[in-house]
């Protein structure tokens, strides 16, 4: 079933309504509606995303253990606008474990609650993991936090951090920190 933001709205609108014992007035009704809206709208917090659309060359140096030579290896990556420039969807394709993958990341910024926030899926995996932060610097850098398992190991709740780092308009940079320590980064670099 396909719904639509006006769709949604309506819909809280006439629960609102089905409420009458709840006495909302018609301008009560009329600001919620308002305030729907606004938290609906993308703004320049979603503008600054843009600095991640288009095609890419990725150059991934991954950790096993802090201390370690890094495992490199290169990728691409293709980033675009979806859902009305709602959210930054970006299709990643490389080597881990020296097995070609793909990888599927969405990015937005929630207005209601103000921040930044990721989904990551793949092709090697069943879980899915989500971040959530704040950016800086005029949102230049944008710096994620959320937990996951590892299959590996089988530890469990392990603190990721991602950090997002925009250098110019042709280069971005993306960090991973396991429990504090750096597990992975890519330099992107435009096509």
Sequence with gaps: MKHNHDDSATAVLERAEDKSSSGKSDADKA???????AAGTPGPAHQALAAFVGEWK???????????????????????????????????????????FAG????????TKQTFNTVWLSDMQTAMFTSEGKGTNDNKVITLEGKTDCAAT?????????????ISPDKHIFEMFNDNAKSMEIIYTRK
């Design 31 to 37: 600001e919620m509606l308002k305030n729907m809206e």
């Design 104 to 111: 599927l990341t969405l990015m937005g910024y929630d207005n």
């Design 58 to 100: 990725a150059e991934v140096k991954c950790w096993s253990e802090p201390g370690a030579e890094p495992n490199v290896s290169e990728g691409t990556s293709k980033a675009s606008w979806t859902l009305n420039g709602h959210f930054l969807e970006e299709e990643f394709h490389g080597e881990m474990m020296g097995k070609p």
């Design 154 to 166: 089988g530890q469990k709740d392990i603190a990721v951090k991602t950090v997002f780092r925009v």
